[in-house]
């Protein structure tokens, strides 16, 4: 395909940011498996929180895989790309633990840019975008992340 590297850029991280949620949405707590295993930390939070799950990183990593390659990227540079997402969310998720923020809690900007920027910026060269269409590509995600979380959070406070 031939899209605007900004959009794929965008595109990539929608998939592998929102497959971990659409995959709890699917399955509930079936082979959502913590990360940290529960562990907590030196301060007795846990360590990244009970929505860190392995199926999630798993599902996130191999979806990013599959749509890099339908825009025409390598399969490996998308999975690369879902990964560093993960990474990204697993550092803003020990953050917001440090922090005293629940899991799954919202916390606008800490939320989206360490899963934006981190694969945005490391795959920047293989995506071809310029630095203006990296920040474009975060900012569009970045919005489109808000509006769903709000509306995620008022589904769930009813």
């Known amino acids: 395909m031939d ?7 965008t595109l990539l991280l929608i998939t592998a940011n929102g497959t971990p ?5 699917l399955l509930g707590d079936r082979w959502a498996w913590p990360l940290d295993g529960n562990t907590r930390f030196t301060d007795q939070r846990p360590l990244l929180g009970a929505s860190k799950t392995l199926r999630g990183l798993v599902m996130a990593i191999v979806a990013t895989a599959v749509v890099a390659a339908l825009l025409g990227m390598a399969w490996y540079e998308g999975a690369l790309f879902g990964l560093l997402a993960m990474l990204g969310d697993i550092c803003s998720s020990f953050i917001k633990r440090r922090l005293g923020f629940r899991s799954s ?12 920027l981190l694969p945005a910026w490391v795959m920047q060269p293989a995506l071809g975008t310029s630095t203006t269409g990296m920040l474009a590509a975060v900012a569009v995600f970045f919005v489109i992340d808000l509006l769903f979380s709000q509306l995620l959070d008022s589904k769930t406070a009813r």
């Open 3 to 9: 899209m605007e590297p900004w959009l794929v850029t």
């Open 105 to 116: 809690q919202s916390a606008p900007v800490l939320d989206q840019l360490p899963e934006t």
């Open 21 to 25: 949620v659409i995959t709890s949405v």
